[in-house]
């Protein structure tokens, strides 16, 4: 999955401003560093094969605030409880500035607040929309140490806009410095700790140091960042960031559908649902004739077993019929006659006492003002299933009909 992390530039962003950016193919190598104008960078209108985009805010432009949450905020409160707790920390009104919570930091007693400004982030973030560019995490560049690191911390010289710059990230603060000897007198940085430095840098970092320091490109620095757990994207910046991922879905369905490369892809898709299409019509038609010729085969039967018959609407029900009237015209019982009703229930029940009345209509045998025990009335039931007759209670009456 090729990541790109965009760095947020210090002046507004505009359409023809450069913006350095670092592409990686997988996260942990740096595939190409440069700086382009937003309608050059990879990624723009879903160019470039970007599955996943970051924004970066320098480490400069962040001040961090170690706050103590009260238990049980809700989500829905939490900025106004961050608000509250950082006013007297912070010189600007809350409303000017964008809050960022550690990740799981409501769940922990303490946690770390990144605050930067708000207009600022929010200019960038629309000016990377119009191009196309829909950001899926807000990165900081150099977050501070958990509470529970032993190490000192990183300390980084980088060659910023103000000159060389000293980056120190620890466990208590993250804060920057010019890089001059008092800064390192000052710090007291250990002498076995490392030091990292970019390239532009590492001559007068050593200089001061009077030590080798490890050198760290920008772009090495970028991608560390992007490892990092943070996305800054919280509060009135997460709908922003849910319409910016609907954006991106449906400027990935235009590109599937409209893009050359995609055009094979789309041809192969139709000429599948065209043969599958074909091969429904050609199934429903084979189905549609055997079923055509079933029928003919059942009016067959009915017409060559009963001559009379000059009509064919539903030959079962009326070979069902002509059978029953060959049984009534014969003397013969059928099924739904009252004889054979009462002698099937006289099998199911030969101890039951003999009912109140007895009423006969249309196949149904009904037995007035007999009750059964549930044993019995269970056994009976179960006899007269065998022999296709439903049992049922009606109030103080038994109800037999035979299911045929």
Same mark, same amino acid.
């Given at each position: 999955?090729?990541?790109?992390?965009?760095?947020?530039?210090?002046?507004?962003?505009?359409?023809?401003?450069?913006?350095?950016?670092?592409?990686?193919?997988?996260?942990?190598?740096?595939?190409?560093?440069?700086?382009?104008?937003?309608?050059?960078?990879?990624?723009?209108?879903?160019?470039?094969?970007?599955?996943?985009?970051?924004?970066?805010?320098?480490?400069?432009?962040?001040?961090?605030?170690?706050?103590?949450?009260?238990?049980?905020?809700?989500?829905?409160?939490?900025?106004?409880?961050?608000?509250?707790?950082?006013?007297?920390?912070?010189?600007?009104?809350?409303?000017?500035?964008?809050?960022?919570?550690?990740?799981?930091?409501?769940?922990?007693?303490?946690?770390?607040?990144?605050?930067?400004?708000?207009?600022?982030?929010?200019?960038?973030?629309?000016?990377?929309?119009?191009?196309?560019?829909?950001?899926?995490?807000?990165?900081?560049?150099?977050?501070?140490?958990?509470?529970?690191?032993?190490?000192?911390?990183?300390?980084?010289?980088?060659?910023?806009?103000?000159?060389?710059?000293?980056?120190?990230?620890?466990?208590?603060?993250?804060?920057?410095?010019?890089?001059?000897?008092? &800064?390192?007198?000052?710090?007291?940085?250990?002498? #076995? !700790? %490392?030091?990292?430095?970019?390239? =532009? *840098? @590492? /001559? $007068?970092?050593?200089?001061?140091?009077?030590?080798?320091?490890?050198?760290?490109?920008?772009?090495?620095?970028?991608?560390?960042?992007?490892?990092?757990?943070?996305?800054?994207?919280?509060?009135?910046?997460?709908?922003?960031?849910?319409?910016?991922?609907?954006?991106?879905?449906?400027?990935?369905?235009?590109?599937?559908?409209?893009?050359?490369?995609?055009?094979?892809?789309?041809?192969?898709?139709?000429?599948?649902?065209?043969?599958?299409?074909?091969?429904?019509?050609?199934?429903?038609?084979?189905?549609?004739?055997?079923?055509?010729?079933?029928?003919?085969?059942?009016?067959?039967?009915?017409?060559? &077993?009963?001559?009379?018959?000059?009509?064919?609407? #539903? !030959? %079962?029900?009326?070979?069902?019929? =002509? *059978? @029953? /009237? $060959?049984?009534?015209?014969?003397?013969?019982?059928?099924?739904?006659?009252?004889?054979?009703?009462?002698?099937?229930?006289?099998?199911?029940?030969?101890?039951?006492?003999?009912?109140?009345?007895?009423?006969?209509?249309?196949?149904?045998?009904?037995?007035?003002?007999?009750?059964?025990?549930?044993?019995?009335?269970?056994?009976?039931?179960?006899?007269?299933?065998?022999?296709?007759?439903?049992?049922?209670?009606?109030?103080?009456?038994?109800?037999?009909?035979?299911?045929?």
């Amino acid at each position: 999955m090729a990541t790109l992390i965009l760095t947020l530039p210090q002046a507004p962003l505009q359409a023809g401003t450069a913006v350095d950016y670092v592409l990686t193919p997988d996260g942990l190598s740096v595939g190409q560093a440069s700086s382009a104008p937003l309608a050059l960078l990879p990624g723009s209108q879903g160019k470039g094969g970007v599955t996943d985009i970051c924004l970066l805010v320098g480490a400069a432009h962040l001040s961090w605030h170690r706050v103590s949450l009260p238990k049980g905020v809700s989500r829905a409160r939490l900025r106004p409880v961050l608000e509250g707790l950082l006013e007297d920390q912070i010189l600007d009104e809350p409303a000017a500035l964008h809050f960022a919570l550690e990740p799981d930091g409501e769940r922990q007693a303490s946690a770390w607040v990144a605050v930067c400004d708000k207009a600022w982030l929010r200019n960038g973030l629309q000016a990377l929309e119009a191009a196309g560019l829909s950001v899926a995490r807000i990165l900081p560049e150099l977050p501070p140490l958990s509470a529970q690191s032993a190490t000192p911390g990183t300390l980084v010289a980088v060659d910023g806009a103000q000159g060389a710059m000293l980056l120190h990230a620890s466990a208590s603060a993250v804060l920057a410095w010019p890089l001059q000897a008092a &800064t390192l007198a000052w710090l007291n940085w250990p002498p #076995d !700790a %490392p030091v990292l430095a970019e390239p =532009a *840098v @590492a /001559a $007068l970092s050593e200089k001061l140091l009077e030590r080798p320091v490890l050198l760290q490109s920008r772009a090495e620095r970028v991608l560390a960042a992007g490892q990092s757990a943070w996305n800054m994207a919280q509060f009135d910046l997460v709908n922003t960031q849910r319409s910016r991922s609907l954006k991106r879905l449906g400027a990935s369905w235009r590109t599937l559908t409209q893009a050359p490369r995609w055009r094979a892809a789309r041809w192969s898709l139709l000429a599948l649902l065209v043969v599958n299409l074909v091969g429904l019509n050609v199934r429903a038609r084979t189905e549609r004739v055997a079923l055509l010729a079933q029928d003919q085969a059942i009016s067959a039967v009915l017409t060559s &077993t009963f001559p009379a018959t000059q009509v064919v609407v #539903d !030959a %079962p029900a009326q070979m069902q019929r =002509a *059978v @029953a /009237a $060959l049984q009534q015209g014969s003397g013969e019982l059928g099924a739904h006659d009252f004889e054979t009703l009462l002698a099937a229930w006289a099998r199911a029940a030969p101890t039951a006492s003999a009912p109140g009345g007895l009423d006969y209509t249309k196949g149904q045998l009904r037995l007035q003002g007999l009750t059964l025990a549930p044993p019995v009335l269970a056994e009976a039931t179960l006899a007269l299933k065998a022999q296709d007759i439903v049992l049922r209670t009606e109030g103080a009456d038994l109800l037999l009909r035979s299911t045929p």
